[in-house]
């Protein structure tokens, strides 16, 4: 993509503001209008006999952070940037998976020495906990913040006229692009997902060769494709 070209963040705050300074920082115009909003539920958090908490996103850490003091048990957690949030809010002992929710729970199977507490979304996107307990560890899970869809702007659907790129970091945020794009088509728009499993809800609303996912989950695998012009190949692999 040509410097300055503008870059629609979908995903929810607070997350979407510390993108935004990544794209910014990368020479791209960042348009902060996200599908989600993130909305922290009053959780009753029992800790007793656990022995690790296990988190499969930032919200997660930063829900339980805000209902619980806790900050003494070992954290597993998917990835780099869940990792960074557990350490800003003060957790001493955090292992990453630099994965996906199946390398979480291979990690976790591996150290976990007792109960394992998972922090997470109302409507996950997997299940971890039912994951763990194939594996025979004891886990349970608690349902700590809820992710609700809401509208982009019309100034945002505006600039899908014109070539652009969106990130799309999570399904839920793909299928609601999804829907959008089906009653509002943006040929000149690329659709850049964290992985495969993001980017196949847009594979039939989107248009041919538009969409293409990072080769890792990571936030700065999925920025690394704001300087590449080829799509083809990756997104053949979403069919």
């Not at 990453?96 to 507490?117: K, Q, R």
């Not at 499993?197 to 920025?223: H, I, K, Q, Y």
């Amino acid at each position: 993509m040509d410097a300055g070209a503008p870059v629609w963040i979908t995903r929810a705050r607070p997350g979407a503001l510390a993108t935004a300074e990544r794209v910014r920082d990368l020479g791209f115009e960042a348009i902060v209008d996200p599908l989600l909003a993130v909305e922290i539920l009053d959780a009753e958090l029992n800790l007793a006999h656990v022995t690790a908490l296990a988190f499969t996103s930032a919200n997660g850490v930063e829900a339980f952070a805000r209902l619980s003091d806790e900050r003494g048990l070992p954290v597993f957690v998917v990835g780099r940037a869940t990792a960074k949030a557990a350490q800003g809010e003060g957790f001493a002992s955090v292992s990453s998976a630099d994965g996906d929710v199946e390398d979480l729970c291979a990690l976790i199977a591996a150290g976990a020495s007792g109960p394992v507490l998972w922090a997470g979304a109302k409507e996950p996107a997997g299940d971890l906990v039912g994951m763990l307990r194939g594996h025979g560890v004891m886990a349970r899970g608690v349902a700590v913040y809820e992710t609700l869809e809401r509208a982009p702007s019309d100034d945002t659907l505006a600039r899908l006229d014109a070539p652009a790129a969106v990130l799309v970091h999570s399904p839920r945020a793909a299928r609601a692009l999804a829907a959008l794009l089906r009653e509002r088509p943006a040929p000149a728009v690329r659709f850049l997902c964290l992985s495969k499993a993001v980017a196949a809800p847009l594979r039939d609303a989107a248009e041919p060769g538009s969409v293409t996912f990072a080769s890792r989950p990571e936030e700065s695998a999925l920025l690394d494709l704001l300087n590449t012009t080829g799509l083809s190949e990756q997104t053949d692999l979403i069919s």
